[in-house]
C-alpha cells in the first residue's frame, strides 16, 4: 500500500537525485510555465518518482486536496515547498 509518506519520500529522492534544487523541479513540471502544477502536470511527477500508474490519478488529486489551500485544483510552489517540507520534520 502505498502511504503519503511513501509517496512524498520518493518524490524527496527524485527532486535530490535528478534537480539541483526544488525550484528547478518545479520549474521543470510546470510544463506550461503558469507558475502552479495542474492535476497533468504532477502526473508526470509521479511517473518520473516511479509512482504505480494505477495510482497515480489518485494520488495527484490526493496532493492537490492536501496542499492547495486556494481550492484552484493545482499546487502552487508555497504549497509545493509546503509538502516537502513536511518529509524533513
Ligand atoms: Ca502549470
Redesign the pocket.
Known sequence: MATKDMILKKLQILITQEFDSPEQAFAFF?????G???KD?IKELLKKAEISGFIRSMVASALIDGYSKDGND?VSWEEFKKALDEIKH
Open positions: 510546470d510544463e506550461d510555465g503558469n502552479t502544477l495542474s502536470e493545482s
